[in-house]
């Protein structure tokens, strides 16, 4: 008789906590493993980094026992792999810099224009439908965007200017410039459709038209997120390596005239990388002395937009 | 000053913002096609089911792209195993798990930042660390296990996405009936953001399938004219893993040393090799927008 009030507590206790003890701590321990496999996931990411910070600290330091860095970063002369070889980054820096300006010549205007006109002039199916197309524009692998340029562009601008060397900035610029055109689009268009409805009615009732409204009212309130966009698009554009490798030449020249050939940062990595590369030779440990340079400049471009996103967001 | 204007030369002005913008987009969408055009002009004289079963030759019209197929399926498997578990595990740890403190704070700015780093530097990482510090050699497994990193914010990034659009009534319903967290995340969270996870996943693959740089530098332009070692084999136990450590070559890769020959034959082949990638990576990028269309149309929470 007095065993039942007991099986009946016990019932009553475990229908209250839902399983018994036993079985409660097993499941707490499987929720706290499955936990900690996530995180460890999450986590390896920073591994990844400290890989290549490692990777490209650990070359480019044994490169600069060699090389004073004072040469390296005022140095004209850029010619690793020669019997007198020269350590001055400014060559592939200024190649780097023409492709990129080239590019951002094409990609800003024509971005923005489009984004303007996505956000504020086109219809919800014209938007639907256009945006993913353009983004079909980020799909194409660089490669054939190389081949674009070499083969069809070139020649295409060969006809304008006559004496345009087969390889040479400006058509890669150029080429750059139409691949990026989706980043800055894409993002701009998504900041200037997050300015509140009421900003456009507001600029409407006083009388201004839709071009008004969208260059004096949504463009400067959109203009931390565009300025983003506009970042990220020249992080891409100073990073990209096949179409300038294959379109704008390998020689490594200090010349601002984008009618020119000359070798980018990324172009110089490719060329050396294309050769037999001895491991622990200078001309092994100058690409990564390189590379460093174009990580560098990249993550400073991404900690400015961070800092100007942060700084300018207008908070609605 | 444009409020100052004459209301007909304001509402000329509207109308001219309209036109240029349509032409705009016309053009870049126009080069798009061009390109593609180019690539077909230049390129399917040389398609045909010889070109696909081939290995590369010094004879321009008997080259082929087999061995730089199986290449890229290898190689693809790699990253999409490396990749996918690992982007998937982390998204959901960020959406589901994290607290809001440093720890989280360094993954999340982690993540921002290794997704703007050029993909040359993805191989710059891999020629010191895979290649030479763990001794991977240009093997399928480095090569792959660098495109897998590379993708990996890619997957996260649409993982987090995804997982953010379930609304917080699913949770609550599956805890009130007495479900862990994983059980939750397990039968509810995950299952109703597949769709979302998969159109990720696939567009970091198509992204993969087309990266050169990084392949390049750790030295995989090389003349392959043979197949990795059988992933299945005659004796026990029947699987080998000794094709993850054999030299490759990949589409891109194919592609990037015909255009670099000055012979226009190697150049048609080299088109030939762009029209097979181009018809991978865009129907891929297809799907994932089919994809996306349907889902967003069929739930609605």
Not at chain 1, 196 to 218: D, F, M, N, S
Not at chain 2, 195 to 211: F, N, V, W
Request: hydrophobic content about 55%; charged content about 15%; some cysteine.
């Amino acid at each position: 008789m007095a065993s039942e009030p007991i099986a009946g507590e016990k019932l009553k206790l475990e229908f209250r906590l839902g399983l018994t003890p036993a079985r409660r701590s097993l499941r707490w321990a499987k929720e706290r493993l499955i936990e900690a496999g996530l995180f460890l996931a999450a986590a390896s990411s920073v591994l990844v980094t400290l890989g290549i910070v490692g990777a490209l600290g650990y070359e480019s330091s044994t490169f600069f026992a060699h090389v004073s860095i004072i040469e390296f970063l005022t140095g004209t002369q850029w010619t690793p792999l020669s019997a007198d070889a020269r350590f001055g980054i400014l060559p592939l820096v200024s190649g780097t810099l023409v492709t990129t300006t080239v590019a951002l010549a094409v990609a800003i205007p024509v971005g923005t224009v489009c984004a303007v006109w996505l956000s504020e002039y086109a219809s919800h199916r014209t938007r639907e439908l256009v945006k993913p197309a353009l983004e079909l524009l980020t799909a194409v692998p660089t490669v054939v965007f190389g081949y674009f340029a070499l083969l069809f562009v070139t020649p295409l601008l060969q006809r304008v200017i006559p004496n345009l060397p087969g390889f040479n900035m400006l058509s890669a610029g150029l080429v750059i410039g139409v691949m990026v055109i989706p980043y800055v689009t894409s993002l701009s268009e998504e900041a200037m459709r997050s300015v509140p409805l009421a900003l456009r009615e507001g600029a409407y009732a006083l009388g201004a038209t839709r071009i008004q409204v969208a260059w004096r009212v949504v463009f400067p309130a959109a203009l931390s997120g565009i300025s983003a966009s506009y970042i990220l698009t020249v992080s891409r554009a100073l990073g990209e390596t096949m179409i300038v490798a294959i379109a704008a030449g390998m020689q490594a020249r200090l010349t601002l005239n984008p009618t020119e050939p000359a070798a980018t940062i990324t172009a110089y990595i490719v060329q050396v990388s294309l050769g037999d590369l001895v491991h622990g030779s200078i001309g092994y440990q100058s690409i990564f002395a390189a590379g460093l340079v174009l990580l560098l400049m990249t993550l400073g471009l991404n900690i400015l937009g961070f800092l100007i996103q942060r700084r300018y967001r207008e908070a609605y | 000053m444009l409020v100052a204007a004459h209301p007909r030369r304001r509402r000329w002005l509207d109308a001219a913002f309209l036109i240029l913008g349509a032409a705009l987009i016309v053009l870049s969408l126009g080069t798009l096609a061009a390109l593609l055009l180019d690539l077909l002009r230049d390129g399917l004289s040389r398609l045909s089911l010889e070109f696909l079963t081939s290995f590369p030759s010094r004879k321009p019209d008997q080259a082929g792209v087999k061995s730089a197929i199986v290449g890229t399926c290898a190689v693809m498997f790699v990253t999409a195993v490396t990749a996918l578990p690992l982007g998937m595990a982390s998204g959901i740890y960020l959406e589901e798990y994290a607290r809001k403190n440093w720890r989280t704070a360094i993954i999340e700015i982690n993540i921002a930042n290794l997704a703007g780093v050029p993909s040359i530097i993805w191989g710059l990482m891999a020629l010191g660390l895979l290649v030479y510090a763990l001794g991977l050699k240009r093997s399928i497994l480095t090569a792959g296990l660098t495109l897998g990193l590379l993708v990996l914010p890619i997957v996260i990034v649409a993982t987090r996405e995804a997982i953010r659009a379930i609304p917080q009534g699913i949770r609550e319903g599956a805890y009130a009936l007495g479900a862990s967290k994983w059980q939750t995340v397990r039968h509810h969270v995950l299952p109703y953001s597949m769709s979302g996870i998969l159109t990720g996943a696939i567009i970091a693959m198509s992204r993969a399938i087309g990266e050169t740089a990084p392949l390049i530098t750790i030295g995989a332009l090389t003349y392959i004219a043979f197949l990795p070692p059988s992933p299945v084999t005659s004796s026990p136990p029947f699987v080998s893993l000794s094709w993850l450590d054999s030299p490759f070559t990949v589409l891109p890769i194919q592609m990037f040393n015909w255009v670099s020959r000055p012979d226009p034959r190697f150049q048609a082949n080299a088109a030939a090799a762009g029209v097979v990638l181009m018809f991978i990576t865009l129907s891929m990028n297809a799907l994932a927008i089919l994809l996306r269309y349907r889902s967003r149309r069929a739930i609605r929470w």
